[in-house]
């Protein structure tokens, strides 16, 4: 005969639910704010508890189910009443924690699509009044850097253009994507439009300016603190790397233009290849285009296998936008070879705050 689950259990369980609600309610508050990335952790980490908490439910729920009916109806009459009523207030609250699930689902898209809009409007705006003519003009660059720049920088609008319009056109896309699919792509192409204009050495309008100034705050600081948790969580003897381009940077000893360039370009060789290793490379493409005259995986080739699981819009993202930013680079690379670099602190905060970013993604993506 089956037995019934402990009634105990059954309310432990549902205040846990309570609880588990109570959490959630307290990591939203109106009005809606974007979401910082510690934030989300805490979310995901709450809607985890939840829907553990929810199968408890359900599994109690089926033990009562299975107990009625093995059992004698008048035998068990009492401890049945019970455990429906047990039952009832666990199937109430369900209800009403899934409608707070799906209404703190519903309130994360739509604060990280309003950050996305932001920055996605703003580039657009900076975009409009780069004099792509002065492209490079702020420290001289030379006409075959300059061209490669133009080029893909286009490549890059193209693709970012495509990428937003799908995904703001489409609520189910905005609700199911992650979220640092979303904005991540968003931060990059300004990080992109905002470093290519102040190569110009062109001022842009003073609310522009101002505007422009506070995302770009806000942006160095959220993907600074990413960058460096998963450098120490997966690649630990990479952080030294990022910290002594960092610290060349703000001490501005002499030379530190040439330490940074040259320190973040070797930050970008050593993720691209650990998150493309050759020989995994090798057994997954036997492709000639993708493989360089002396046998090794050309940078396109690492990384399409880098983005590999991604979604068709957001991995054509990814293939302009790392060029894009590692042609920067390699041009600011160039000039630091001259034995007097032209290019200035302003222009170099904007280069680290680009690779920073760069370097984020690609590490979110090969995990």
Known sequence: MATFPDPKSSFATSLALVRSAETLQRLVRPPIQPFDSSTIEAIERARADFGSLFDGVTVQAAEFQRAYEANSIVATANKVANALRDLQRSTSLIAGLNDSANQL?????????????????????????????????????????????????????????????????????????????????????????DLLQITT?????????????????????????????????????????????????????????????????????????????????????????????????TRRARLRYIGRKLEARLQAFIEADIPEMLAMIDAFNRETHEPRPGIDHMTLQAITVRAEGSLRLLLQISE
């Open 105 to 193: 689902k519903t309130l994360l898209a739509e604060s990280q699509l309003v950050v996305a809009l932001r920055h996605a409007e703003l580039s657009k705006l900076i975009d409009s009044q780069v004099d792509f003519a002065q492209i490079g003009r702020a420290f001289s660059i030379g006409r075959r850097d300059y061209n490669n720049v133009l080029k893909l920088h286009g490549r890059l609008s193209s693709a970012y253009d495509g990428f937003y319009q799908s995904v703001s056109g489409s609520a189910a896309d905005v609700f199911t994507m992650p979220v640092d699919q979303l904005v991540t792509p968003a931060s990059e192409y300004f990080n992109a439009v």
């Open 201 to 297: 050495g062109v001022a842009v309008d003073a609310d522009v300016e101002a505007e422009r100034d506070a995302l770009r705050r806000d942006v160095a600081e959220e993907q600074s603190d990413a960058l460096m948790a998963v450098l120490v969580a997966r690649h630990p003897e990479l952080r030294l790397m990022l910290l002594g381009a960092r610290s060349a940077f703000e001490k501005r000893a002499p030379d530190y233009v040439r330490h940074c360039c040259t320190s973040y370009r070797e930050l970008f060789t050593q993720v691209l290849h650990l998150g493309a290793p050759d020989q995994e490379l090798k057994q997954w493409s036997t492709s000639t285009a993708d493989f360089a005259e002396n046998g090794r995986p």
